[in-house]
């Protein structure tokens, strides 16, 4: 049976593909990573083997997506980090042309810790005109998302600056595992409006979830509160959508509770389904 993908596991995709898998500890946020876990594991399908080398690309999965028969919102590489050093650049760029023939309407998220390598690859300005037909790239432009995972203010400061300089139009954050609180572009009140509106379509947020599904290191829901207040007031029609993903439950603080509500409500906002907007 040829690989199609599976099921995806996070309530914002319905699809997973995994043309890489494994990776190497980056950041805090990495210390119980959550795929290095799974891989860890040895769960079946995944192709990797533990006590092989961290980092594998699968070339045989290349074909999947346009097999694809229905429109799909597929979250690209989670078990890993697709833009690892160990990923050669050619097999970045083959990837890139498998979410390209994918049918019309699917949408591709990316996430990932080390955003120097997004702005070498896939600035449509840059490296992606030199190796992709413009076709292709047309067509990334409006379904691929090209998110940074941030952990914390050091992070958020150094990977957002490395997305901002990027002219893509489809860009995310996630902020999760979240383990302070974090401002999305240290600025005055007018010119963060401004930069969130050009620079950031979708933040999402969550606690770190540990084991079956406790709550990891300490996280506040005044921090989601702080970034869906930073998302409301950066709102028009171009500002960023606020999902917040997973939080400590109201009931029992340990454990985690999937979609929690937020002053009265879940807050399960996507950029392709947008609401009408609130003025800075
Ligand atoms: S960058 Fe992501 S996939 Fe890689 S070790 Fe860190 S948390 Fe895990």
Redesign the pocket.
Known sequence: MPYRGSRSGVPYADWSWNPVT??????R??EH????GMLGRGLPGLGHDPDGPPVQVHPERLEAPRHWRSHRTVTVS????WL?DDVPTPFIYECLSAMAAAPAGTRFLT????PERLHRILDPMSGMREHLPIGEVRVLMERLWIGI?VEDQVTMDHRLARLRVMEWPLTWISAEPLLERVDLLPAGPSEACEGLRRHVGWVVVGCERMGSNRVGRPFDPEWARALRDQCLAARADRGPRFYYKQGPSMHDPRIVEDLPELDGRQWTETPWERGAGVEC
């Open positions: 494994g990776c190497t500890p980056i950041s946020a990495c990573c959550w795929a290095r989670f078990m890993g980090d690892h996430l990932t810790k080390r995972s």
